[in-house]
């Protein structure tokens, strides 16, 4: 089975509607989604978090049905565009948050939390207030504390959006190695074909609330409908 089965799941905002009829991920797998402003990936992600409600469907996420429970009990992790540190608390304070939230106890969470930063490769700022890093090292360690709660399945919203260009590459690699590590399935959504590209299996082209392409990054690029390579082009 999937670590994560999506069968036939219908969310409306306002006019606004969301369909996917039937989505798997594997454990250790990233899925690309792609699609123009209004498309319908900002929908899709709030629904996966319970932050809109859905009107039909199923959301399974290691075997557990979650579409109607609360956001803290889906076993899903959500890290937004911009970090959002804490900036009053050190970096390891921040990686650990999560970790506080569900009454892990201090020396453990500690631990998971420098083991964190030891994998994101900024082990040495554990001690800096989040104010002192820069935009990269920021988004590193908003990494390191999605990752670090340990659910099965992580969101990112545009997470390489705050990273200079130079720096993207490695942290894409680093990003799919530990998923693959962890096992973890994750979504990644970019407006940059590069993420996607590097990152995910398979790539999921939204447009107008519904899915107009799921395949593989080779495939899209030679993709014979226009207005797909037009999305993935732009």
């Given amino acids: 089975m999937a670590l994560v089965n999506i069968n036939q799941l219908k969310v409306r905002q306002g006019a606004f509607e969301l369909s996917i009829p039937e989505l798997r991920i594997e454990a250790g797998q990233i899925l690309g989604v792609m699609g123009k402003s209004g498309a319908g990936k900002t929908t899709f992600l709030h629904a996966l978090m319970g932050f809109l409600p859905i009107l039909s469907g199923e959301i399974e996420v290691k075997g557990q049905s979650v579409g109607n429970l ?10 937004f565009q911009k970090p959002w540190l804490f900036e ?19 020396e453990a969470r500690l631990t998971q939390a420098r083991d964190w930063l030891k994998k994101m490769q900024i082990a040495d700022l554990e001690d800096r207030k989040a ?33 200079e260009a130079p720096l993207r590459k ?65």
């Fill in 70 to 79: 609360s956001t803290e009990k889906r076993g899903i992790a959500l890290m």
């Fill in 88 to 106: 009053h608390q050190t970096v390891i304070e921040n990686v650990g948050f999560g970790l506080a939230i569900q009454g892990i106890s201090k």
């Fill in 131 to 163: 104010w002192e890093v820069s935009g990269g090292q920021a988004q590193r360690v908003a990494l390191a504390r999605a990752m670090a709660v340990g659910f099965p399945l992580l969101l990112l919203d545009e997470p390489f959006s705050a990273v």
């Fill in 170 to 234: 490695d942290l894409r690699k680093l990003v799919r190695d530990l998923i693959q590590e962890s096992q973890k399935a994750a979504i990644v959504v970019s407006h940059d074909w590069r993420d996607l590209e590097e990152l995910a299996a398979h790539i999921l082209v939204l447009d107008r609330g519904e899915i107009i392409a799921n395949e593989t990054p080779q495939n899209l690029k030679t993709h014979p409908d226009l207005q797909i390579r037009s999305i993935c082009e732009s």
